[in-house]
T-cell receptor, first 110, second 115 residues
Framework: AQRVTQPEKLLSVFKGAPVELKCNYS??????LFWYVQYSRQRLQLLLR??SRESIKGFTADLNKGETSFHLKKPFAQEEDSAMYYC????????????FGGGTRVLVKP | DVKVTQSSRYLVKRTGEKVFLECVQD?????MFWYRQDPGLGLRLIYF???????EKGDIPEGYSVSREKKERFSLILESASTNQTSMYLC??????????????FGPGTRLLVL
């Protein structure tokens, strides 16, 4: 069965410091990995996906198949990055359903 | 701009009541999903639908049913609400997958409290 693990429930960093949100997965096959974000009082929305290989709002994430990880990174955190972040996985073996991790709350302090 | 709306932001129901949660999307998406969101557990898929009158069980379908009579509307039904169904319920929609997972667009959520 596919699984997504986000080991940190809460990450607290100061503005301007680097931030890394960990995501590990288990899946037999070629996965598609995503990061979704939910800002306060807003709906959940896609932040980025690994196949796009792009940086969104300064965030990047690299799929490491050897370590089965898809960590989200930003070199200089901003206060507006404070939000709930979810890592998610999909793939043909799972009927293309999305499986979400438990989420990491990021708090960026001034 | 994709718009997914849910009929209620907050609902309070009593144990044993039948509860209907409605979701409507205006972008002609084929796929629609119902999740529940609980702290520490993330989002868990309850049911989904790839087409009108079609439904598939997700990971936690017990105690729930769904209805999709029209393409734009996907309803979640709690036949007999229980306290362990107190949660935030999120609806989402997406285009039909084309060999890769399409972006899911979420509604604002319905916070359900079962007393």
């Amino acid at each position: 069965a596919q699984r997504v693990t986000q080991p940190e429930k809460l990450l607290s960093v100061f503005k301007g410091a680097p931030v890394e949100l960990k995501c590990n997965y288990s899946y037999s096959g070629s996965p598609e990995l995503f990061w979704y974000v939910q800002y306060s009082r807003q709906r959940l929305q896609l932040l980025l996906r690994h196949i796009s290989r792009e940086s969104i709002k300064g965030f990047t994430a690299d799929l490491n198949k050897g370590e089965t990880s898809f960590h989200l990174k930003k070199p200089f955190a901003q206060e507006e990055d404070s939000a709930m972040y979810y890592c998610a996985l999909s793939g043909k073996a799972a009927g293309n359903k999305l499986t979400f991790g438990g989420g990491t709350r990021v708090l960026v302090k001034p | 701009d994709v718009k997914v709306t849910q009929s209620s932001r907050y609902l309070v129901k009593r144990t044993g009541e039948k509860v209907f949660l409605e979701c409507v999307q205006d972008m002609d998406h084929e796929n629609m999903f119902w999740y529940r969101q609980d702290p520490g557990l993330g989002l868990r898929l309850i049911y989904f639908s790839y087409d009108v009158k079609m439904k598939e069980k997700g990971d936690i379908p017990e105690g729930y049913s769904v209805s999709r009579e029209k393409k734009e509307r996907f309803s979640l039904i709690l036949e007999s609400a229980s306290t362990n169904q107190t949660s935030m319920y999120l609806c989402a929609s997406s285009l039909r997958d084309r060999g890769y997972q399409e972006t899911q667009y979420f509604g604002p959520g319905t916070r359900l409290l079962v007393l």
